[in-house]
C-alpha cells in the first residue's frame, strides 16, 4: 500500500490521463441514477430498527420499574447486559455476513428475511407481564432473555441492512440522496414507534398517576382496587402496542425484501472476506478517520439517548405532564421527520461538519429551559420542537459521514475489501452500546436516588437526579462530541478529492473488462 501522500498524487495522475473519456462515462451512468422506487423500498426497510428503538427507549424503563414493577437494579441490569450481549452479537454478525457467500437472492437481503419472523416474536413477547404471583428471579430471567434475544435478532437484521447503503448502485450523490431517504423514513418510523405505543399506554400512565393522588385521600381498600385495575388495564395496553408494531415490523421487511436487489461496485464486489476477524479488526480500529467519527457518534448519541430514556418518566413526575408526555414526543419526532430535508440541503450547501456541529448545539438551551419549565404543556411544546430539529441531525449526520469514512478507508487499502458489514456492525454496536450505558446510568442514578417503583410520595432527590440526567450531563456529553466531530479529517474537499479517484477506478474497471 501507498503512503498516503503518494496514493492521492498516484490517482490524481490517473485521474488526469483519462480525464475525457472518464468525463464521457460518468455522464452516462449518472443520467439515469438510482430509481426512486429502490429508494423507497430501501429507506422502508430502516422502519424496524428505529420503530422499535425508540420504543424501548421512551418506554422500556418506565414499563419495567412502573408495569412489570421490577426493582430499579434489577430493570438497569437487565439493560445492562442486554446491551453487553451486543457488543459480542454485533460485531461477530457483522463477521459473519462479511465471510458469507453471494446466493441467487444476494448477500445481505437473507439475512434480513431469516430473522424477521424470530425479532416479530421476542418483541411482542417482551412486553408481556408475567403475574405478580412469579418469583422476582424469574421475571428477570424472562425479561433478560427476551430483550437479548430480541436484540440478537435485531442485529441480524440491521448490520446487513445499513450495509446496503454501498451496495445500491449509482454515484456519491445516489448514496447520499438513499441516505437521505432512509433517515426520513428512519425519523417517521419513530414516530409510528414512539406515536402509536405512546397514544396506546399514555393515558393509563396518567390513570396510574392519578390513581397515587387518589390514594391519599381515601380509603386503603378502594384505593388498592383503582391502582391494581389501573395496573392491568396498561399492562394490556403494552401487549396490544407490540402486536401492531410487530405487523409494520414484518410489513416493511416484506416490501425491503421484494422491493431492493444488491448492486456490486468497483470496490465492492460483494465477496467473501478472506482476512481473518482480528486483522479485519486491526485495519478498522487502525484507521483514524473511523474511529473518529466512532467517538464523536457514542458522545452524541449517548447525550440524546440519556435524554430520550428519561424523558417519560421527568415529564411524569418532575414537569406534573403525566398524561401529556406521549403528545410532547409526538411532535418532537414530527419535528425531526420535517427537519430531514432541511438539514440534507443545509450538509450540501455548507458541509458535513458544520451541520452536525450546528445541529447538536441548537439543543442545548432547550435542555436546560427544560429543567426550568413545569406544569407548562406550551412551553414544552415550543422546546421539544427546537430539541426535534436537533435529533434531525443525529439521525442524518453520522450516517451520512460513514459512508465516506468507508471509501477513505478502501481507497488507501484497495487490497482490503468487502468489509463493509464490520465497518456498519461497529457503528451499530456503538449505538445500541450507547443506549444501554444511557438507561444503565439514568436506572441506577435513580435507584441511588431513592426511587421505588407505585411510590406516590414526593422525593426531592429524585426530583434533582431528573434534572440532572435531562440537561447538565447530555450538554457535556454533546461539547466533547462536536469537539470531535470538528476535528475529523474528512472534509468536503476530501470528498471531492475521493470522488474523483473513485470515477477513475470505475473507468478504469471498464476499460478492463472491454479489453
Same mark, same amino acid.
Given at each position: 500500500?501507498?503512503?498516503? $501522500? ?57 414499563? *419495567? ?11 438497569? *441490569? ?73 436484540? %440478537? ?16 448502485? $449509482? ?12 433517515? $426520513? ?9 414512539? $406515536? ?27 384505593? %388498592? ?14 401487549? +396490544? @402496542? ?55 457518534? *457514542?458522545?452524541?448519541?449517548?447525550? +440524546? ?13 418532575? @414537569? ?61 411544546? +415550543? ?8 435529533? @434531525? ?23 482490503? *475489501? ?14 445500541? +452500546? ?82
Amino acid at each position: 500500500m501507498l503512503p498516503g $501522500g503518494h496514493e492521492d498524487a498516484e490517482m490524481h495522475r490517473l485521474t488526469q490521463e483519462g480525464a475525457l473519456p472518464q468525463r464521457r462515462v460518468v455522464h452516462r451512468e449518472e443520467k439515469p441514477g438510482l430509481p426512486l422506487c429502490r429508494k423507497v423500498c430501501y429507506a422502508v426497510g430502516g422502519i424496524p430498527y428505529q420503530m422499535t428503538g425508540n420504543a424501548l427507549g421512551f418506554f422500556l424503563q418506565i414499563f *419495567l420499574l412502573d408495569v412489570a414493577q421490577l426493582e430499579p437494579f434489577h430493570a438497569s *441490569l437487565i439493560i445492562f447486559l442486554g446491551r453487553a450481549w451486543d457488543a459480542v452479537t454485533d460485531p461477530a454478525i457483522g463477521f459473519l455476513v462479511s465471510k458469507s457467500p453471494r446466493r441467487k437472492y444476494g448477500k445481505l437481503v437473507p439475512w434480513i428475511a431469516c430473522s424477521m419472523p424470530f425479532g416479530v416474536l421476542s418483541y411482542c413477547m417482551m412486553w408481556f407481564t408475567l403475574s405478580d404471583a412469579t418469583p422476582a428471579s424469574l421475571k428477570f430471567l424472562w425479561y433478560l432473555f427476551m430483550y437479548s434475544f430480541f436484540q %440478537t435478532c435485531m442485529t441480524c437484521h440491521h448490520v446487513p441492512y445499513s450495509s446496503l447503503t454501498m451496495f445500491l448502485g $449509482g454515484t456519491q450523490r445516489d448514496r447520499d440522496s438513499a441516505t437521505a431517504y432512509r433517515m $426520513g423514513m428512519e425519523v417517521f418510523s419513530t414516530l409510528l414507534g414512539s $406515536g402509536i405505543q405512546g397514544q396506546i399506554v399514555g393515558s393509563y400512565h396518567a390513570h396510574m398517576m392519578n390513581g397515587c393522588y387518589v390514594s391519599n385521600e381515601t380509603l386503603p381498600n378502594t384505593s %388498592t382496587y383503582s391502582l391494581t385495575d389501573s395496573l392491568e388495564n396498561t399492562r394490556r395496553a403494552y401487549v +396490544f @402496542a407490540s402486536l401492531v408494531l410487530g405487523s409494520i415490523y414484518c410489513l416493511s421487511c416484506l416490501i425491503l425484501i421484494f422491493g431492493v436487489r444488491e448492486q456490486p461496485g468497483p470496490l465492492s464486489p460483494l465477496g467473501k472476506v478472506e482476512l481473518p476477524f482480528a486483522s479485519c479488526l486491526r485495519m478498522i480500529v487502525g484507521h483514524k478517520p473511523y474511529t473518529q467519527l466512532l467517538c464523536g457518534f *457514542l458522545f452524541a448519541s449517548l447525550a +440524546f439517548q440519556i435524554t430520550q430514556g428519561i424523558f417519560a418518566f421527568f415529564c411524569t413526575h418532575a @414537569a406534573g405532564l403525566a398524561g401529556k408526555f406521549q403528545h410532547l414526543v409526538l411532535i418532537m419526532l414530527v419535528t425531526a421527520s420535517l427537519s430531514i430535508p432541511f438539514w440534507q440541503w443545509f450538509l450540501g450547501r455548507f458541509g458535513k461538519k458544520t451541520a452536525v456541529s450546528l445541529g447538536l448545539v441548537l439543543i442545548m438551551p432547550a435542555l436546560v429551559a427544560v429543567t426550568q419549565v413545569m406544569h407548562n404543556f406550551l412551553a414544552f411544546v +415550543f422546546l421539544v420542537i427546537v430539541a426535534g430539529c436537533s435529533m @434531525a441531525v443525529l439521525y442524518l449526520l453520522p450516517w451520512s459521514m460513514l459512508p465516506d469514512t468507508v471509501d477513505d478507508f478502501m481507497l488507501r487499502n484497495p487490497s482490503c *475489501l468487502n468489509l463493509e458489514a464490520l465497518f456498519y456492525s461497529f457503528y451499530v454496536f456503538f449505538n445500541k +452500546f450507547a443506549g444501554g450505558l444511557a438507561v444503565g446510568i439514568s436506572t441506577l442514578s435513580l435507584h441511588f436516588a431513592g426511587y421505588h417503583a407505585a411510590d406516590c410520595t414526593y422525593n426531592p432527590s429524585v426530583i434533582l437526579t431528573l434534572r440532572l440526567l435531562m440537561a447538565p450531563i447530555p450538554i457535556s456529553l454533546l461539547l466533547i462530541a462536536i469537539i470531535i466531530f470538528c476535528l475529523h479529517p474528512i472534509n468536503e474537499e476530501r470528498r471531492k478529492q475521493m470522488r474523483i479517484e473513485m470515477e477513475a477506478m470505475g473507468h478504469q474497471a471498464q476499460r478492463g473488462s472491454r479489453e
